[in-house]
């Protein structure tokens, strides 16, 4: 059987490609056995001549029987086929200017499309890597401030009782940085999370070395383990074996390394870059804490609870909670969210989905490019189509060599493309290399091979073949008698170009207004120094270790001391710490009631972010105090409560009325503890463009309001703020040599990598516009210049008759703008659904809508008539003489 | 004896070339006496129509060519039977007879009186 197909195979192949050798073969071989007919004719006694004759008798027809050989060689379709590729690449290599403009468009096109289907695939198909992903859930606390809040350890813990009943399994963990450092190394600032006990074995993970957490070392005083991510024991343990078993420092206190996790786990989708997991191990304080939303909470939904059915039981779990503890939980609900849902986050959807559908754009600007050019192509060839038409060629036989030059751009452009996707994705790769290196790896796979391949293929098919239906319903006996005397083409033919044009355009002013939205938005937000300024300043992030800096006291010694050190620094004016820095995300909005004013319901109250800085922290960050004393050394733990509130809560808690000396207090249960209000502080806004619910900012001195994780920020005066970074790095290392210190840059190199993805998108989107307007102007040139020779006749004639040289280019380039206009105008309605679109994604941008849309258009115009400025000055050069001899 | 109408031939050409290289590997000229020697010339196919055939063959990797030389001392073509070539002639063999033997069992009840 294999032997067959070898032989066959090998049969095939020589009739493919070595085809002179088998037609020799085939000559000798007739020839052969013509000469012995002849021998035996002559024989019999006749002469020469009748043997001859005699014996081509005898043998039949030569010529049919050679051609009958020949059919059975190789399949008929594949041997029309290799004639075909081979006369579309001769036909193909006859114009190279058009396939390569072709191919090129193909590349640019389908590369772009297939890169958003790489980025899409890696980022939303792809599955996590969690086995029955579909079971999981987040469970979300919903409060009027935050949709997606966390829950307190008390409420989890009560959660966890009743789910076994009525949901499944539920896992809690929190973020919890810490200081990370092998035995004699210096500490390093690590991601890290502190889990529960059944955390990987609810997801479904098994270490891949070493084991997973007992759950007795969620009991505290036996929790000093570690599981390590397979990068961070790459990394720092060189992948040593022995190193699990082994100890490290985490936040200085010797862990045991128990586990490393396998390469698949630690998606930077879900949990993000996660170094080093620890037990939860909860205090008995943090047990019975009800009110400090501490913990996020997972879920695994047993197999025979539909999704629904454990969102029912979630929501009542909230709304017992609600009832059992009114103070804390009137206002908020317990919902569950599958966990695909929440993994790339509303924006990222938008995101992903307007990448693919903007260079779905790119790609169709393309196409029409691409038929347009088929379409010229083929009426180049109207005349040669007519003929075979007219000597009785079939349809089929028409159609038949222009689809398979189609195949053959198609097939071209589809390698080129994945060239353009590898170029991209490679880019996109780097751009979002992590601080501790790790970087998005981008799917290029089997199926982004097959996008490539159907894209390139509908693209080249659908667009090949609608010239080629076009060239079928020419009118045979018209062409023919024209003489091959070109006119413009039919009015169908002109329409059908101006409908491609009038549509690249109306594109191509879509991609720029959305590429111009995001531009003017993102340079806003990254410009935006909404109450705070970042030139000059230099800022770095500690997390002190709960088990070395126990209490606030300790806390504040250590602040108190490093901001005297770092304000001692050479070029450095002045330092302050806060727990967030102004152009970051605040998080965990506190509930106020304003003291002497009717209590409003519970959970109703109005609530504002809070941000603990140290006196000198504002005119540090350059946020003005607007009324007011600044916080001072004074205002200690032990000194009574203070509190600075933003312009906007001034304005909507006291109106006209001065908000110092009021006073305001903390909801929470139990006795409240009033906070005199001493100043009033510009509102700040972030670079995020998500929305803030919470507007409202209260400022408290960071030794009244103690939290382990502080920023440090300086303002640099007379050197470059890169210069005092090592200078920093050292003081923090004097004072305490296992703290690392986490972002330890200028402020405006965080803002740059903290929005670096909506940078991608802006620089992905101004690409595609860039492209989509480089194709409509190719393809405007085309048309434009295409016509104009087409009608060298006809301003011959007008010139003649005593037309200006301006009439004529004037008439090219009213030509053009019209088109652009028409196509603009179309355009319009989709841009402004785009800008809408936008606007609803990233409520915080200032978007400009008009302006932009406006500019687009004039662009859009613009670049129209500078691509038919060479046909116009072409035209307006035509010699009457010359033009009218010609015809 | 009438010669045999050549429409009667189709497809049986290929089962009268496998059983002519059944024995022996032939080029193409002797393939065609042998054929006209035993069906003693009663089917009167034109010669050239044995290359397609023979091409189709061997295309179908039911027989192989090789160059050798013919007693003549020249160059030819030498065919011979395959493997499958050797399975594919038992079994067009059973059919044929079997098709035979079931044409001759109905026109002999048609003939009865």
């Given at each position: 059987m294999i032997a067959r197909l070898l032989q066959r195979a090998r049969l095939l192949a020589r009739s493919l490609f070595r085809r002179a050798a088998r037609e020799r073969e085939l000559e000798s071989e007739l020839h052969d056995h013509l000469e012995h007919l002849v021998a035996e004719n002559r024989a019999a006694g006749m002469s020469p001549e009748a043997a001859r004759l005699a014996a081509l008798r005898e043998f039949g027809g030569v010529e049919q029987y050679r051609e009958a050989c020949r059919d059975t060689w190789v399949p008929p379709l594949l041997t029309d086929l290799v004639r075909d590729l081979r006369a579309a690449a001769k036909s193909l290599a006859r114009t190279p200017g058009f396939t390569v403009i072709a191919l090129a468009t193909l590349a640019l096109g389908v590369g772009a499309n297939t890169a958003m289907f790489s980025l899409v695939k890696t980022a939303m198909l792809k599955p996590l890597p969690y086995p029955d992903a579909a079971q999981l859930d987040e469970i979300h606390r919903a409060t009027p401030q935050d949709r997606k809040g966390l829950l307190s350890v008390a409420d989890f813990l009560d959660l966890r009782r009743e789910a076994a009943e009525g949901y499944g399994e539920i896992t809690a963990f929190a973020y919890a940085d810490a200081s990370v450092a092998p035995p004699g190394e210096p500490a390093e600032f690590a991601d890290s999370l502190r889990v529960s006990t059944n955390f990987f074995d609810l997801l479904g993970i098994h270490p891949q070395a070493g084991r997973d957490f007992l759950t007795e070392e969620e009991t505290p005083g036996r929790h000093a383990v570690a599981i390590l991510s397979r990068r961070c024991w790459l990394n720092?343990?060189?992948?040593?074996?022995?190193?699990?078993g082994g100890t490290m420092r985490i936040d200085g206190v010797p862990h045991e390394i128990v586990g490393v996790l396998p390469e698949a786990f630690n998606e930077w989708r879900h949990l993000g870059w996660v170094d080093v997991f620890r037990p939860l191990a909860l205090t008995d304080d943090e047990k019975s804490d009800r009110t400090t939303a501490r913990v996020r909470v997972l879920g695994r939904r047993s197999p025979e609870r539909s999704g629904e059915e454990a969102a029912r039981f979630v929501a009542m779990q909230g709304e017992q909670l609600a009832r059992a503890y009114p103070a804390i939980h009137s206002a908020a609900t317990l919902h569950t969210v599958a966990l695909d849902e929440v993994r790339m986050g509303e924006t990222g959807g938008v995101a992903a989905g307007m990448l693919i559908g903007l260079s779905a754009f790119v790609l169709l600007i393309a196409c029409s490019n691409l038929a347009n050019l088929l379409l010229a192509r083929t009426m180049a060839r109207a005349r040669e189509f007519a003929l075979r038409a007219a000597l009785g060629a079939s349809r089929l036989q028409l159609l038949r060599p222009l689809v398979v030059e189609s195949l053959a751009l198609a097939f071209g452009g589809a390698v080129l493309a994945m060239v353009v996707a590898f170029w991209t994705t490679d880019w996109l790769r780097v751009r979002s290399t992590s601080d501790n290196g790790d970087q998005v790896v981008f799917t290029l796979d089997g199926a982004v091979l097959a996008w490539a391949l159907g894209a390139s293929l509908l693209t080249a098919l659908a667009f090949g073949i609608a010239p080629a239906l076009f060239a079928l319903r020419l009118d045979t006996s018209h062409t023919l008698k024209s003489g091959g005397r070109t006119t413009t083409g039919n009015r169908g033919h002109r329409r059908l170009r101006h409908v491609l044009i009038v549509g690249q355009f109306a594109l191509a002013l879509v991609l720029l207004t959305g590429a111009g939205l995001l531009v003017r938005g993102i340079n806003d937000l990254n410009n935006n120094r909404a109450g705070w300024e970042s030139d000059e300043r230099v800022s770095g992030t500690v997390q002190l270790p709960a088990a070395r800096y126990p209490d606030a006291a300790s806390i504040d010694a250590f602040q108190r001391l490093a901001l005297e050190r770092l304000a001692a620094l050479p070029g450095v004016e002045s330092a302050g710490a806060a727990h967030f820095l102004p152009f970051l995300t605040w998080y965990d909005p506190i509930r106020y009631i304003v003291d002497g004013r009717d209590r409003p319901e519970p959970g109703r109250e109005p609530a504002a972010l809070v941000n603990g800085v140290s006196p000198g922290y504002l005119a540090t960050v350059g946020t003005r105090l607007l009324a007011g004393r600044d916080f001072h050394a004074?205002?200690?733990?032990?000194a009574p409560a203070v509190a600075h509130i933003s312009e906007a809560m001034a304005r909507d808690l006291f109106g006209r009325e001065s908000p110092i000396g009021r006073r305001i207090a903390e909801v929470r249960e139990g006795a409240l503890d009033w906070i005199e209000i001493v100043g009033v502080v510009a509102d700040v806004r972030s670079?995020?463009?998500?929305?803030?619910?919470?507007?409202w900012r209260v400022y408290r001195p960071i030794a009244q309001f103690s939290r382990n994780r502080i920023e440090f920020v300086v303002r640099t005066t007379g050197v470059a703020p890169e210069g005092v970074v090592a200078d920093m790095r050292a003081a923090f290392a004097a004072l305490d040599p296992d703290l690392p210190v986490r972002d330890l840059k200028s402020a405006n190199a965080r803002i740059a990598r903290a929005n670096y993805q909506l940078a991608v998108l802006r620089d992905v989107l101004t690409s595609f516009a860039v492209l989509g307007l480089g194709l409509a102007a190719m393809g405007i040139y085309g048309v434009i210049a295409r016509h104009t020779a087409l009608r060298t006749g006809e301003f011959g004639v007008r010139l003649a008759l005593g037309a200006q040289v301006g009439d004529i280019s004037r008439l090219v380039l009213a030509n053009g703008a019209k088109l652009a206009l028409v196509g603009a105008a179309f355009g319009l309605v989709g841009a402004f659904g785009l800008s809408r679109m936008i606007g609803a994604t990233f409520p915080g941008m200032n978007l400009a809508p008009g302006a932009i849309l406006g500019s687009s258009t004039a662009l859009l115009v613009v670049v129209a008539l500078l691509a038919c400025l060479v046909p116009a000055r072409n035209a307006a050069r035509i010699s009457p003489t010359e033009a009218l001899r010609s015809e | 004896m009438n010669p045999l109408r050549p429409e009667l031939l189709q497809g049986t050409l290929d089962l009268l070339i496998l059983k002519a290289l059944s024995t022996a590997s032939l080029h193409g000229w002797d393939v065609a006496k042998r054929i006209a020697v035993v069906s003693k010339d009663r089917l009167s196919l034109k010669q050239g129509s044995l290359y397609p055939a023979l091409h189709r063959l061997e295309s179908r990797g039911l027989i192989e060519a090789e160059w050798g030389v013919s007693e003549a001392g020249r160059a030819a073509k030498f065919y011979r039977l395959t493997r499958a070539g050797r399975r594919e002639l038992e079994h067009e063999r059973e059919s044929w007879e079997s098709f035979a033997a079931a044409m001759a069992s109905v026109l002999d009840m048609k003939e009865a009186p």
């Amino acid at each position: 059987m294999i032997a067959r197909l070898l032989q066959r195979a090998r049969l095939l192949a020589r009739s493919l490609f070595r085809r002179a050798a088998r037609e020799r073969e085939l000559e000798s071989e007739l020839h052969d056995h013509l000469e012995h007919l002849v021998a035996e004719n002559r024989a019999a006694g006749m002469s020469p001549e009748a043997a001859r004759l005699a014996a081509l008798r005898e043998f039949g027809g030569v010529e049919q029987y050679r051609e009958a050989c020949r059919d059975t060689w190789v399949p008929p379709l594949l041997t029309d086929l290799v004639r075909d590729l081979r006369a579309a690449a001769k036909s193909l290599a006859r114009t190279p200017g058009f396939t390569v403009i072709a191919l090129a468009t193909l590349a640019l096109g389908v590369g772009a499309n297939t890169a958003m289907f790489s980025l899409v695939k890696t980022a939303m198909l792809k599955p996590l890597p969690y086995p029955d992903a579909a079971q999981l859930d987040e469970i979300h606390r919903a409060t009027p401030q935050d949709r997606k809040g966390l829950l307190s350890v008390a409420d989890f813990l009560d959660l966890r009782r009743e789910a076994a009943e009525g949901y499944g399994e539920i896992t809690a963990f929190a973020y919890a940085d810490a200081s990370v450092a092998p035995p004699g190394e210096p500490a390093e600032f690590a991601d890290s999370l502190r889990v529960s006990t059944n955390f990987f074995d609810l997801l479904g993970i098994h270490p891949q070395a070493g084991r997973d957490f007992l759950t007795e070392e969620e009991t505290p005083g036996r929790h000093a383990v570690a599981i390590l991510s397979r990068r961070c024991w790459l990394n720092r343990f060189g992948g040593d074996p022995a190193a699990i078993g082994g100890t490290m420092r985490i936040d200085g206190v010797p862990h045991e390394i128990v586990g490393v996790l396998p390469e698949a786990f630690n998606e930077w989708r879900h949990l993000g870059w996660v170094d080093v997991f620890r037990p939860l191990a909860l205090t008995d304080d943090e047990k019975s804490d009800r009110t400090t939303a501490r913990v996020r909470v997972l879920g695994r939904r047993s197999p025979e609870r539909s999704g629904e059915e454990a969102a029912r039981f979630v929501a009542m779990q909230g709304e017992q909670l609600a009832r059992a503890y009114p103070a804390i939980h009137s206002a908020a609900t317990l919902h569950t969210v599958a966990l695909d849902e929440v993994r790339m986050g509303e924006t990222g959807g938008v995101a992903a989905g307007m990448l693919i559908g903007l260079s779905a754009f790119v790609l169709l600007i393309a196409c029409s490019n691409l038929a347009n050019l088929l379409l010229a192509r083929t009426m180049a060839r109207a005349r040669e189509f007519a003929l075979r038409a007219a000597l009785g060629a079939s349809r089929l036989q028409l159609l038949r060599p222009l689809v398979v030059e189609s195949l053959a751009l198609a097939f071209g452009g589809a390698v080129l493309a994945m060239v353009v996707a590898f170029w991209t994705t490679d880019w996109l790769r780097v751009r979002s290399t992590s601080d501790n290196g790790d970087q998005v790896v981008f799917t290029l796979d089997g199926a982004v091979l097959a996008w490539a391949l159907g894209a390139s293929l509908l693209t080249a098919l659908a667009f090949g073949i609608a010239p080629a239906l076009f060239a079928l319903r020419l009118d045979t006996s018209h062409t023919l008698k024209s003489g091959g005397r070109t006119t413009t083409g039919n009015r169908g033919h002109r329409r059908l170009r101006h409908v491609l044009i009038v549509g690249q355009f109306a594109l191509a002013l879509v991609l720029l207004t959305g590429a111009g939205l995001l531009v003017r938005g993102i340079n806003d937000l990254n410009n935006n120094r909404a109450g705070w300024e970042s030139d000059e300043r230099v800022s770095g992030t500690v997390q002190l270790p709960a088990a070395r800096y126990p209490d606030a006291a300790s806390i504040d010694a250590f602040q108190r001391l490093a901001l005297e050190r770092l304000a001692a620094l050479p070029g450095v004016e002045s330092a302050g710490a806060a727990h967030f820095l102004p152009f970051l995300t605040w998080y965990d909005p506190i509930r106020y009631i304003v003291d002497g004013r009717d209590r409003p319901e519970p959970g109703r109250e109005p609530a504002a972010l809070v941000n603990g800085v140290s006196p000198g922290y504002l005119a540090t960050v350059g946020t003005r105090l607007l009324a007011g004393r600044d916080f001072h050394a004074a205002d200690s733990a032990s000194a009574p409560a203070v509190a600075h509130i933003s312009e906007a809560m001034a304005r909507d808690l006291f109106g006209r009325e001065s908000p110092i000396g009021r006073r305001i207090a903390e909801v929470r249960e139990g006795a409240l503890d009033w906070i005199e209000i001493v100043g009033v502080v510009a509102d700040v806004r972030s670079i995020f463009p998500e929305p803030t619910p919470v507007t409202w900012r209260v400022y408290r001195p960071i030794a009244q309001f103690s939290r382990n994780r502080i920023e440090f920020v300086v303002r640099t005066t007379g050197v470059a703020p890169e210069g005092v970074v090592a200078d920093m790095r050292a003081a923090f290392a004097a004072l305490d040599p296992d703290l690392p210190v986490r972002d330890l840059k200028s402020a405006n190199a965080r803002i740059a990598r903290a929005n670096y993805q909506l940078a991608v998108l802006r620089d992905v989107l101004t690409s595609f516009a860039v492209l989509g307007l480089g194709l409509a102007a190719m393809g405007i040139y085309g048309v434009i210049a295409r016509h104009t020779a087409l009608r060298t006749g006809e301003f011959g004639v007008r010139l003649a008759l005593g037309a200006q040289v301006g009439d004529i280019s004037r008439l090219v380039l009213a030509n053009g703008a019209k088109l652009a206009l028409v196509g603009a105008a179309f355009g319009l309605v989709g841009a402004f659904g785009l800008s809408r679109m936008i606007g609803a994604t990233f409520p915080g941008m200032n978007l400009a809508p008009g302006a932009i849309l406006g500019s687009s258009t004039a662009l859009l115009v613009v670049v129209a008539l500078l691509a038919c400025l060479v046909p116009a000055r072409n035209a307006a050069r035509i010699s009457p003489t010359e033009a009218l001899r010609s015809e | 004896m009438n010669p045999l109408r050549p429409e009667l031939l189709q497809g049986t050409l290929d089962l009268l070339i496998l059983k002519a290289l059944s024995t022996a590997s032939l080029h193409g000229w002797d393939v065609a006496k042998r054929i006209a020697v035993v069906s003693k010339d009663r089917l009167s196919l034109k010669q050239g129509s044995l290359y397609p055939a023979l091409h189709r063959l061997e295309s179908r990797g039911l027989i192989e060519a090789e160059w050798g030389v013919s007693e003549a001392g020249r160059a030819a073509k030498f065919y011979r039977l395959t493997r499958a070539g050797r399975r594919e002639l038992e079994h067009e063999r059973e059919s044929w007879e079997s098709f035979a033997a079931a044409m001759a069992s109905v026109l002999d009840m048609k003939e009865a009186p």
